[in-house]
């Protein structure tokens, strides 16, 4: 049962170039000021202005570079101009700058970060936890040690990653430079094809990564699990990327990673189970309302029909579909489907 796709949202303009509209693009500054800032934490002795640029490794003036670093220095940074080279100065302190229960909260998200150990996104949070651990005293070090046996984390199956590094190398690279990515990848039940795809964002959901991204030979944005990616280079040519784009808005949209038309969802759950939506978010809009029976209403409004019936088919009829009524046929052709399944299962079985 496919969905219509979200349409990515038309670029934004804030003033003309020769007659022609020019588009807003904050994501290519946020790229740079990403740069800049891993180039001066891991410069202790500072860089040159010269030194930068080469850092950001994109066209730009020295005037987009000196508002680069004010503006790094607005939100924060530490940062000092002497004798044209700047670098980062940390306040000294008289304290760890850390405590027992951030390391713990940082080993907590490490594991959640597992299955994307040969991704970029681990290896930093590995070093940073490293750093957190360092700054502790030792018997602080011998307690946090002792708390990981308190605090674990676990994810539903997780995807394997272990045969994909250069595909995260390759993402990690397109998404930095905005480049244009040529990935190859697999469906089910389908052989693979190769797309140029412009890169937005890498979304990790339920132990899962996906690549949300402009598909050309499509025209709109897909989402492609990293899982299937069989092969993935970035190309020699950069795009703009869609200043409209709102990765959280995007997240929150779905029930899953299945985007498309948005429907408002009714349930009636059997008090068995009413227990659920009042201990977990299902959805950042669901509401929940007790009824007298001793179960409850639960509603919200999200995309990916196929996801959501998948979901409620694993209740065994201890939730009702209320509305909408496609979703109440899309969970009612699941069971029936897992019923001739069955049958057909116990007909072979007596005919051996």
């Known amino acids: 049962m496919g969905q219509p796709r979200a349409q990515p949202p038309k670029a934004s303009t804030a003033h003309t170039n020769g007659g022609r509209a020019k588009p807003i693009h904050r994501g290519r500054q946020a790229t740079r000021l990403l740069k800049l800032h891993f180039a001066l934490n891991a410069a202790p002795g500072g860089l040159t202005l010269e030194q930068l640029a080469s850092a950001v490794d994109e066209p730009c003036s020295r005037r987009t570079l000196y508002r680069d670093l004010e503006h790094l220095q607005l939100i924060g940074a530490p940062l000092v101009n002497k004798d044209g080279v700047w670098r980062v100065v940390h306040p000294r302190r008289s304290q760890p700058?850390?405590?027992?229960?951030?390391?713990l909260a940082l080993g907590l998200a490490e594991e959640l970060l597992a299955p994307l150990r040969h991704a970029w996104l681990a290896g930093p949070l590995a070093r940073a936890r490293a750093k957190v651990v360092a700054g502790l005293s030792p018997k602080a070090r011998a307690l946090s040690r002792d708390l990981?046996?308190?605090?674990?984390?676990?994810?539903?199956?997780?995807?394997?990653?272990?045969?994909k590094r250069a595909v995260f190398d390759a993402l990690e690279e397109a998404l930095q430079r905005e480049h244009v990515l040529?990935?190859?990848?697999?469906s089910p039940g389908s052989a693979p094809k190769s797309r140029d795809v412009e890169p937005y964002a890498l979304w990790?959901?339920?132990g899962r990564a996906y690549l949300i991204s402009h598909c050309r030979s499509a025209g709109e944005l897909r989402t492609f699990a990293v899982a299937r990616i069989e092969h993935a280079e970035p190309l020699d040519e950069a795009f703009e990327r869609d200043p409209g784009f709102d990765l959280e808005a995007f997240a929150a949209q779905s029930f899953g990673v299945y985007q498309g038309d948005v429907w408002r969802v009714e349930l009636q759950l059997a008090p068995e189970v009413a227990h659920l939506p009042r201990e977990r978010r299902f959805h950042p809009t669901q509401q929940v309302t007790p009824l007298a029976s001793g179960g409850c209403k639960l509603t919200f409004?999200?995309?990916g029909l196929p996801e959501i019936a998948a979901w409620l088919a694993g209740f065994g009829g201890k939730v009702r579909v209320l509305a909408p009524p496609?979703?109440?046929?899309?969970?009612?052709?699941?069971?029936?489907?897992g019923?001739?399944?069955?049958?057909?299962?116990?007909?072979?079985e007596l005919e051996a």
């Open 97 to 103: 700058p850390f405590t027992v229960d951030e390391a």
């Open 148 to 163: 990981t046996q308190t605090a674990r984390a676990k994810l539903p199956a997780p995807a394997l990653y272990d045969d």
């Open 182 to 186: 040529r990935i190859v990848h697999t």
């Open 204 to 206: 990790y959901v339920a």
């Open 301 to 303: 409004e999200a995309a």
């Open 326 to 337: 496609e979703l109440r046929d899309a969970v009612r052709e699941l069971h029936r489907a």
């Open 339 to 348: 019923l001739e399944a069955s049958c057909a299962s116990s007909r072979a």
